[in-house]
C-alpha cells in the first residue's frame, strides 16, 4: 500500500467518520488529564487503582452475564429483556442453598430458604464468606448456576419457543413480559428489602505508590471463577462441533438448518450455556458486593446491553471486553464527573459506540 | 375479521360509540360494586375520579406512543424519559421564585402555568429530537436499548446532587434530587379557571355540590373536574393523530413503517419524517407526563422507573398498536382493569374484612398454610402484595397477548393513510367529473363529517 | 424541504403532468441524461463493481446486462445512492449526483424499481399510489392538521386520486384498487411498483429485473406499457436476465462483466460479440 492511498484512506476516514475522530479526541483529552492529575498530585495513584480494580471486577461480572445475552440475541435474534431476572433468579436460588447450608441448626429453615426476607437472619451473622463457610458458597454457585438453566429451558419451552418464528420485537416484547412476571414474583415471594448477604471476607492491602488498593478473597474468587469459565466457553466453542454449529447459526440460521445442523439442539445448548452462566454471575455478582435484592438483575441488564452491543452481538470476546470496557468506565468516570452520573457515563459510552460502529467493536466474529 | 371489529360496525356511532360504550361499562361495573359493599357517595365519586385521571393519563400516552410505534414503526421504551423532562421543566419555569424560609428548598422562574406547559413540551421533543438525529438510523432493537437507557440517564440525572439546586437568571432553581420536587404553583384547575373568568362560578358549582356530598366537597369537585379536563385532552390527541395519520404525511409515516427503503426511493426524505413524527410524540408524552404530575404536589425522580413506560406499551398492545380507537380503548381497559382493578380489589377486601392483619412476610404467610393448612394469612398477604402481584399480572398478560392475539383487541385494523376515502368508486366518480375537483373536495368533507369514526376498511 | 414552500410552481407543475398525457412528458434536456464515470465499490476484498463506465442515450431503453455477479445490482444502487461509491461519479442531467442520498436521486428525477417487488404490504393499491407523487401539500405535518389550512390538502388529495385512477387505468389494475398490496399476484406487484414509480415524475426509470416471476401474458403487457411510455419521451435502463428479452426490446445494450463495462452497442453487435459469450460461458450462466 502506496504512502498516497494509505493517506486518502485516512482522509476519507476523516472525512466519513468526523465522530469517531471526535471521540478519539475526546478519549485523548481525557487521558492527558488523567496523567496531568496524577503527575500534579492532584489524583492519587492508589485511588486509580482501586478505581480500576473495582472496574475489573464490575467487568467480570458483566461480561461474564453478557455471554448469554450475546449468544441468544444472536442466534434467536432477539434481544432478551428478562436476561437481567435470570441473573436475579439465579441468585436467590443459589443464596437460598447458601443459606441453608451455612445456617442449619441455626434458624428456621423457612427464613433461610427465603435470604432472610424480612429481616428474620442475617448473612453476616451466619458468617458466610468463601472463608467461612466455603462448602455452602460453593454449593450455592451450582445451585446457582443449575437454577438458571432450568429457568431458561423453562421459559423457552413455554414462552419463546411457540413464538420462535415472529420477529425479533414480537419476542422482545415477550421477554418484557416475562421479565415482569419473573421479577415481581421474587419480590413477592422474597419481600423488597436488599439484605446483607455476607460476613467481611479477610483483604490484603496492596501498597500501590501512595496508598493502599485493598483487594478481598471475595474478588479473588470472583476473578477465579470468572476467568475459569470464560476460558471453558472459549474451549467449548473452538474445540466442539457444538461451537461449530452455533457459528453456523449465528451466521444464518436457514442455511444451518439446511445444511441439516439440528437447529432446535443448539438453541437448547445456547440456553444451558448462556443461563449457567448467567446464574453464576447473579451469585458472584452478590457475593462481590454483598448485598441483594429482586432489582439487581435489572439494574445490571442495561449494562449488560452496553457491553454486548460495545463487544458485537454474537460475540462472546466482545462480551467480555465490551463487559470490562463498561465496568472500568462505570468505576473511572467518577475521576472526571460526579458518581451519580456513571451508570450514565457507561450508557453514553454504549450510545456513542452504536453511532460510530453500530456493529461493534468485535464485529463480524460471531459467537467465537 | 374479528368479533370485536364487527362489533365496532354494528356500534351506533362507530369508533366513538364504541369508546363511550367501553367507558360506560367500566364505570357502571366500579360503581356497582361500590354501591354492592354500601361505599359513600363521596367514595363513589372519588373512586371515579381517579379511575378517570387513570384512564385519561394512559389513554394520552397509548396515542402518543401509537403514532412512534404503530405509525412510524419507532420502537420507544424510554416513554418515562420524555415524560420526566417534560414535568421537571413545566416546574422549573412555574414554580415561584424563591424565598429563604419557604417550604420548597428550591424555586423556579415564577411564570405562567401555559409558559411552563409549553416549555415542558418543546423540552420534551427537543430531548426526542436529541435522541432521534442519532438513533434513528439504527435497528429497532437498538432504538430500543438507546431509548430505555437515555429514559434512565434522565431519572439519574434529576436523582443527581449536582441539579439539586443551581442559580438560572439570578434565581436559586433546581430539580430536588432524589428527595423531590415540591410542586408549589398554582393549582392547575384555579389557574385555569381564573385565567377564563370563571374561578368564581366555579366556586360557586363546587358550593352546590354541598347538596350531594355535605362536607368539604372541593377536593371531590375538583378530582371530578380534572378527570374531565383530561378526557378532553384524550379527544384531542385523538383528533390530532387522526388528522396526522389521515393525510399524505401518516401515509409517509406508514410507508416508513413498511419499507424504509421503498419511501425513501420515491422521493420522500425518511429522516426528516421520522423526526418530526418522533418529536411530536415525545411532545405529546412530556404533555401526558405533565398532566399526571401536576396535581400530584410534588414528584420524585423515582416515580420515573421504566415500569411506567411498560404500561404504556401494556395499554398499547391491548388496544392494538396502529389504531387510535384501539390505543384509546387499550389505555381504558388498562387503567380499569389491570392498573386500578387490583387496587380497586384490594379495598373491597380491606372493607369487606377490616380487622384482617396481613403477615409482613412471605414467610409467616407460607408457614401455617403448610403446617396446618391455614390458607387465609397467605391470602391476606396476598391481598396486601397487590400492588406488586398485578406487575406480575401484567407480564403474564402480556406473554399472552403476544402468543394470541399481538394485534390487540381490535383485530388487524388498517386505517387508510389519506385525507379522503380511498376507494374505487370516489376515484372513478372524481376521475369522470375530471375538472370539478373542488367540488369533489367539499362532497369528501360532507362525507368525512357524517361518517364520523374513523374510516377503517 | 424548503423547495415546496418557495416555489409553488415546481409544486403546480408537478401536479400538472400526468404520464399519459403525452403533450408533457419527461423534460429531459441533455443527450445523455445518464452518465457513470469510472464508478468502483469494494466490500471488505472483494470489489463488485471496479470501474464501470457508460452513458444511456436519452429517450431509449438501454439493457445493462451481464451473468451473475457482474455487479449489475450494486452498480443500480451506486447510482441511485442506495450505496456510496468507494471513487468515480454519477451524473443525472448534467449535474453531479454522486453521494446523494436516495430520495434526492429520486427528486431528481431518477427513480428506480426493485428487483423483488417491494410494495407496501399492509397498503392497498390505492394508498401505495397515492404515496408517490413529489411535493405533497400534505406532507407538510402543520399543512394536515390545522384547521384552516387542510382543506387545501383534501382538495390536493382529490386531484393526486384522479391521476392515479388515470395510471391505474393505464396500467390496467384498476380493478384491483382496494386489494391491499400484500395480496396481489407476482405479476400485479411488479405493475404496481411501475406504475407507484411513474407517479414520481421520472424522467428516467431504472428497473431492476422487472419481468422476474412474471407471467407471459402480463410480461408482454409490461412491454408493451414500457415502449408507450418510452415513446412518451421516458428514458429506461434496464437490468434483465432473459437475453432474448433484451435483444428484441432494447436498442442499445451494456455489457457488465467483473464489475466493468466488457463492451455495449447495438443487439445485433452484442449477439456477435465474442468476448460477451465467453463471459457468459465463462460465468456459468
Known amino acids: 500500500m502506496g504512502i498516497a492511498e494509505t493517506y486518502s484512506r485516512g482522509r476519507r476516514f476523516a472525512v466519513d467518520r468526523p465522530g469517531a475522530i471526535l471521540l478519539v479526541l475526546v478519549a485523548v483529552l481525557l487521558f492527558g488529564d488523567l496523567l496531568v492529575g496524577l503527575a500534579t498530585g492532584r489524583t492519587a495513584f492508589s485511588e486509580v487503582g482501586s478505581l480500576l480494580w473495582d472496574g475489573l471486577m464490575r467487568g467480570l461480572v458483566i461480561g461474564l452475564a453478557g455471554i448469554g445475552l450475546s449468544m441468544t440475541y444472536s442466534i434467536l435474534n432477539f434481544a432478551n429483556f428478562a436476561h437481567g431476572d435470570y441473573i436475579t433468579a439465579g441468585a436467590f436460588s443459589g443464596w437460598a442453598t447458601t443459606y441453608l447450608f451455612a445456617g442449619l441448626g441455626r434458624a428456621d429453615i423457612g427464613s433461610l430458604l427465603l435470604v432472610g426476607a424480612g429481616g428474620s437472619v442475617f448473612g453476616g451473622a451466619l458468617g458466610i464468606g468463601i472463608t467461612g463457610t466455603p462448602f455452602a458458597v460453593i454449593a450455592g454457585l451450582v445451585v446457582a448456576g443449575v437454577f438458571a438453566i432450568a429457568l431458561s429451558l423453562a421459559v423457552d419451552r413455554v414462552i419463546f419457543r411457540p413464538i420462535r418464528d415472529q420477529d425479533g420485537i414480537t419476542l422482545l416484547i415477550t421477554s418484557i413480559g416475562v421479565a415482569f412476571a419473573l421479577r415481581y414474583m421474587m419480590q413477592f415471594v422474597f419481600g423488597s428489602d436488599v439484605r446483607g448477604t455476607t460476613a467481611q471476607p479477610p483483604s490484603l492491602s496492596l501498597y500501590f505508590v501512595d496508598g493502599a488498593i485493598r483487594i478481598n478473597m471475595h474478588d479473588l474468587t470472583l476473578v477465579v471463577v470468572a476467568g475459569g469459565l470464560m476460558l471453558g466457553v472459549h474451549l467449548l466453542l473452538q474445540r466442539t462441533k457444538l461451537g461449530k454449529a452455533m457459528r453456523a447459526m449465528a451466521d444464518n440460521e436457514d442455511l444451518a438448518r439446511v445444511t441439516g445442523i439440528p437447529t432446535e439442539r443448539v438453541v437448547r445448548s445456547v440456553w444451558i450455556i448462556g443461563g449457567g452462566l448467567t446464574g453464576v454471575a447473579g451469585y458472584m455478582f452478590v457475593l462481590w458486593k454483598g448485598t441483594l435484592g429482586f432489582n439487581d438483575g435489572w439494574l445490571l441488564l442495561l449494562l449488560i446491553f452496553a457491553a454486548v452491543i460495545l463487544g458485537g452481538i454474537g460475540s462472546i470476546y466482545g462480551a467480555i471486553a465490551g463487559g470490562l470496557v463498561i465496568g472500568l468506565t462505570a468505576s473511572l468516570s467518577v475521576l472526571w464527573i460526579p458518581s451519580a452520573f456513571a451508570r450514565a457515563a457507561a450508557f453514553v459510552v454504549m450510545i456513542l459506540i452504536l453511532l460510530v460502529k453500530p456493529s461493534g467493536l468485535f464485529s463480524g466474529r460471531a459467537t467465537a | ?457 | 424541504m424548503s423547495e415546496t414552500d418557495s416555489n409553488p410552481e415546481t409544486e403546480t407543475e408537478a401536479f400538472g403532468s400526468a404520464p399519459i398525457d403525452t403533450s408533457s412528458g419527461p423534460d429531459t434536456t441533455a443527450e445523455f441524461p445518464l452518465q457513470v464515470d469510472g464508478l468502483r465499490k469494494s466490500f471488505g476484498g472483494i470489489t463488485a463493481v471496479d470501474g464501470a463506465t457508460f452513458q444511456v442515450e436519452s429517450g431509449t431503453l438501454t439493457g445493462l446486462i451481464g451473468p451473475n455477479g457482474a455487479g449489475k445490482s450494486t452498480t443500480f444502487n451506486l447510482i441511485t445512492g442506495m450505496l456510496k461509491p468507494d471513487t468515480g461519479t454519477v451524473t443525472f442531467n448534467d449535474e453531479d449526483i454522486t453521494g446523494m442520498e436516495p430520495h434526492e436521486i429520486a427528486n431528481k428525477g431518477l427513480v428506480r424499481t426493485f428487483q423483488i417487488a417491494r410494495e407496501l404490504e399492509d397498503m392497498t393499491v390505492l394508498e401505495n399510489m397515492m404515496l408517490a407523487p413529489k411535493h405533497q401539500r400534505g406532507e407538510k405535518l402543520w399543512r394536515s392538521v390545522l384547521p384552516g389550512v387542510r382543506g387545501e390538502v383534501i382538495e390536493q388529495e382529490e386531484e393526486l386520486l384522479e391521476r392515479v385512477w388515470e395510471v391505474l387505468e393505464f396500467f390496467e389494475i384498476d380493478h384491483i384498487a382496494e386489494e391491499y398490496a400484500g395480496n396481489l399476484s407476482g405479476g400485479q406487484r411488479k405493475l404496481l411498483e411501475m406504475a407507484r414509480a411513474l407517479l414520481t415524475d421520472p424522467d428516467m426509470l431504472l428497473l431492476d429485473e422487472p419481468f422476474a416471476g412474471v407471467n407471459p401474458s402480463l410480461e408482454k403487457r409490461l412491454l408493451t406499457h414500457i415502449h408507450e411510455l418510452r415513446e412518451q419521451g421516458y428514458t429506461f435502463l434496464l437490468v434483465e436476465h432473459d437475453m432474448d428479452l433484451i435483444m428484441e426490446n432494447c436498442e442499445h445494450v451494456i455489457v457488465l462483466h467483473q464489475g466493468r463495462v466488457l463492451t455495449e452497442g447495438t443487439p445485433a453487435d452484442i449477439k456477435s460479440n465474442e468476448e460477451v459469450i465467453e463471459a457468459y460461458l465463462g460465468g456459468n450462466v
Open chain 2, 1 to 457: 375479521m374479528s368479533v370485536r371489529e364487527d362489533l365496532a360496525d354494528r356500534m351506533p356511532g362507530g369508533d366513538a360509540g364504541l369508546i363511550v360504550a367501553v367507558l360506560l361499562v367500566t364505570y357502571a361495573a366500579y360503581v356497582l360494586v361500590g354501591v354492592g359493599l354500601g361505599y359513600s357517595l363521596r367514595g363513589q365519586l372519588n373512586t371515579i375520579a381517579v379511575l378517570t385521571f387513570y384512564i385519561g393519563v394512559f389513554a394520552m400516552l397509548a396515542l402518543a406512543l401509537n403514532l412512534h410505534w404503530g405509525y412510524t414503526g419507532l420502537f420507544n421504551i424510554g416513554i418515562v424519559g420524555f415524560m420526566a423532562v417534560g414535568v421537571y421543566v413545566m416546574a422549573l419555569f412555574t414554580k415561584p421564585i424563591y424565598t429563604p424560609g419557604g417550604a420548597a428548598q428550591v424555586g423556579g422562574l415564577g411564570l405562567p402555568l401555559i409558559v411552563g406547559i409549553v416549555a415542558g413540551m418543546a423540552a420534551a421533543a427537543l430531548l426526542g429530537l436529541v435522541v432521534a438525529l442519532p438513533a434513528l438510523r439504527l435497528r429497532a432493537d437498538y432504538l430500543a436499548i438507546v431509548t430505555i437507557a437515555m429514559s434512565e440517564i434522565v431519572r439519574f440525572s434529576f436523582l443527581s446532587s449536582d441539579l439539586q439546586q443551581f442559580q438560572m437568571f439570578g434565581n436559586r432553581v433546581g430539580f430536588g434530587g432524589g428527595s423531590g420536587l415540591i410542586l408549589d404553583f398554582t393549582d392547575p384547575l384555579q389557574a385555569l379557571f381564573q385565567s377564563v373568568g370563571l374561578w368564581g362560578a366555579y366556586l360557586g358549582f363546587v358550593d352546590a355540590f354541598k347538596a350531594i356530598v355535605p362536607t368539604n366537597p372541593k377536593p371531590v369537585v375538583d378530582g371530578l373536574v380534572y378527570g374531565l379536563f383530561l378526557l378532553l385532552f384524550v379527544a384531542a390527541y385523538y383528533w390530532l393523530l387522526k388528522r396526522t395519520g389521515e393525510s399524505p404525511f401518516g401515509r409517509v409515516l406508514k410507508a416508513i413503517r413498511e419499507d424504509e427503503d421503498v419511501a425513501n426511493s420515491l422521493g420522500k426524505d425518511t429522516n426528516q419524517f421520522k423526526i418530526k413524527s418522533f418529536m411530536l410524540g415525545c411532545a405529546l408524552m412530556g404533555l401526558a407526563g405533565i398532566f399526571w404530575l401536576m396535581t400530584q404536589g410534588a414528584v420524585t425522580p423515582n416515580f420515573f422507573r421504566p415500569r411506567v413506560t411498560f404500561f404504556v406499551w401494556i395499554a398499547l398492545i391491548i388496544g392494538g398498536a396502529g389504531s387510535n380507537t384501539g390505543s384509546v380503548l387499550g389505555g381504558a381497559v388498562f387503567a380499569a382493569v389491570l392498573y386500578q382493578g387490583p387496587r380497586y380489589f384490594k379495598n373491597l377486601v380491606d372493607t369487606v374484612l377490616p380487622a384482617a392483619d396481613a403477615p409482613s412476610s412471605f414467610g409467616p404467610a407460607i408457614a401455617p398454610l403448610i403446617s396446618n393448612l391455614n390458607p387465609a394469612p397467605m391470602f391476606f398477604y396476598t391481598v396486601d402484595s397487590i400492588r406488586q402481584l398485578q406487575l406480575v399480572v401484567m407480564g403474564l398478560v402480556l406473554i399472552w397477548l403476544m402468543h394470541n392475539r399481538p394485534e390487540g383487541m381490535l383485530g388487524h385494523r388498517k386505517e387508510t393513510a389519506a385525507g379522503i376515502p380511498l376507494t374505487a368508486a370516489h376515484a372513478r366518480a372524481a376521475a369522470t367529473d375530471g375538472g370539478t375537483a373542488k367540488n369533489a373536495a367539499n362532497d369528501a368533507a360532507d362525507d368525512a363529517a357524517t361518517a364520523g369514526g374513523d374510516s377503517d376498511e
